[in-house]
């Protein structure tokens, strides 16, 4: 079984040669890259960060600036998850965090698959780690069946709570990373004439129970190259002016604050349904 489920009928989806299919005969092929596309058709529209913006990121993290991060993250999943654990990142990009968990978890018998409505970030996932499970999808509309995983990570990623919870099984547990106050607020600094700070967004989850919280904090020194891609890895970029961008790209040293929280819910069976809400993805 792929882990994944039909977006036509809903049905679960098989692994066969170059692809899935379904009992009712929907087949989708596998990408070289290992995905395969489960978003419905859309003429020809590209979805999610372009190829700049996720080679900027996969420059940036391949150079371990946010690998206490990951680290946080990692130990936060091991806490929670169960050696047979079915295991969904939605909204995984290129792939980076999604990696470190499936290493982490590699003496489980557990299962990461990551789902993204970019194809560039599946295929710059599909280079990072071949046996990746992946598919092109919409966090909300996840290829999964209902109560189909143990747990779903979403780490700068749009939220969708309800979604979250049709594919959990009851009391199954999410797992979110997003930025704190000042995250990355030496960047902004450098290249905004009124830097601005995060809005932090609420510790409820309709439809969940909050288990625990950390933070992450701490200050990077980021040099050369990587202070753009920094910035380019970010929805930062394309709300910067010109001027702005010329001012990081002639940065050789930037000192900024690193802050992340990790928050981790459990679903409670039953509850009402919720909306859903966004946070900035790529930060």
């Known amino acids: 079984?792929?882990?994944?489920?039909?977006?036509?009928?809903?049905?679960?989806?098989?692994?066969?040669?170059?692809?899935?299919?379904?009992?009712?005969?929907?087949?989708?092929?596998?990408?070289?890259?290992?995905?395969?596309?489960?978003?419905?058709?859309?003429?020809?529209?590209?979805?999610?960060?372009?190829r700049m913006m996720v080679r900027a990121r996969r420059d940036f993290l391949n150079a371990g600036y946010y690998?206490?991060?990951?680290?946080?993250?990692?130990?936060?999943?091991?806490?929670?998850?169960?050696?047979?654990?079915?295991?969904?990142?939605?909204?995984?990009?290129?792939?980076?965090?999604?990696?470190?968990v499936k290493r982490a978890l590699a003496e489980y018998h557990a299962r990461i698959f990551g789902v993204d409505v970019s194809k560039v970030a599946l295929e710059?996932?599909?280079?990072?780690?071949?046996?990746?499970?992946?598919?092109?999808a919409s966090v909300y509309?996840?290829?999964?069946?209902?109560?189909?995983?143990?747990?779903?990570?979403?780490?700068?990623?749009?939220?969708?709570?309800?979604?979250?919870?049709?594919?959990?099984?009851?009391?199954?547990?999410?797992?979110?990373?997003?930025?704190?106050?000042?995250?990355?607020?030496?960047?902004?600094?450098?290249?905004?004439?009124?830097?601005?700070?995060?809005?932090?967004?609420?510790d409820m989850l309709e439809g969940f129970a909050l288990l625990e919280k950390r933070e992450v904090r701490y200050t990077m020194t980021v040099t050369g190259a990587d202070i753009g891609n920094l910035l380019r890895m970010t929805p930062y970029w394309y709300k910067t002016s010109k001027e702005g961008q010329q001012k990081a790209d002639m940065l050789t040293t930037l000192e900024t604050e690193a802050e992340f929280g990790i928050a981790v819910y459990r679903a409670i069976p039953d509850a009402g349904k919720g909306g859903s809400s966004d946070v900035l993805s790529g930060v």
């Open 1 to 50: 079984m792929s882990g994944f489920r039909c977006p036509h009928c809903g049905k679960s989806l098989e692994n066969v040669a170059g692809g899935v299919l379904c009992a009712n005969g929907h087949r989708y092929d596998r990408s070289k890259w290992g995905y395969v596309n489960l978003l419905p058709p859309s003429r020809g529209k590209n979805h999610g960060d372009d």
């Open 67 to 100: 690998q206490t991060l990951a680290d946080a993250l990692c130990e936060t999943v091991l806490t929670y998850a169960n050696e047979r654990a079915r295991i969904f990142d939605a909204g995984c990009g290129e792939g980076y965090y999604t990696v470190a």
């Open 124 to 136: 710059f996932a599909g280079r990072r780690d071949r046996t990746l499970d992946l598919a092109a």
């Open 141 to 202: 509309a996840l290829p999964v069946c209902d109560h189909g995983c143990e747990m779903v990570m979403s780490v700068f990623s749009p939220l969708a709570p309800e979604e979250f919870r049709r594919v959990l099984i009851p009391g199954g547990t999410f797992v979110e990373v997003y930025p704190l106050e000042n995250h990355l607020f030496g960047l902004k600094r450098a290249i905004y004439d009124e830097p601005y700070r995060n809005e932090v967004k609420p």
